[in-house]
């Protein structure tokens, strides 16, 4: 093999080389992206729970008071009764 051939094939390889790495770059890139976007998904997630287990127990305590309200009309409370 003379010195032009190795020189093409050391310039074909490289060439080669190059663009694998930057396939792998942009794969990186992209696994990053979809790692930060599944990262802001979670997030919302875990903010949508807070709010709903808020709204549950502010549920939860109307029901409370409403059971507290029935079962005192049902006994006569006075406070319950108008005048």
Do not use: F, P
């Not at 390889?13 to 930060?36: D, G, P, V």
């Not at 903010?47 to 029935?70: D, F």
């Amino acid at each position: 093999m003379n010195t032009s051939s190795q020189a093409s094939q050391l310039s074909d390889s490289t060439s080669h080389q190059q663009q694998a790495l930057e396939m792998a770059a942009t794969a990186i890139n992209e696994m990053a992206a979809t790692a930060n976007e599944v990262s802001a998904s979670c997030a919302n997630a875990a903010e949508l729970a807070t709010q709903t287990q808020h709204a549950s127990e502010l549920g939860q305590n109307v029901i409370s008071e409403t059971v507290e309200s029935v079962v005192s009309l049902s006994t006569g409370d006075s406070r319950y009764h108008s005048a």
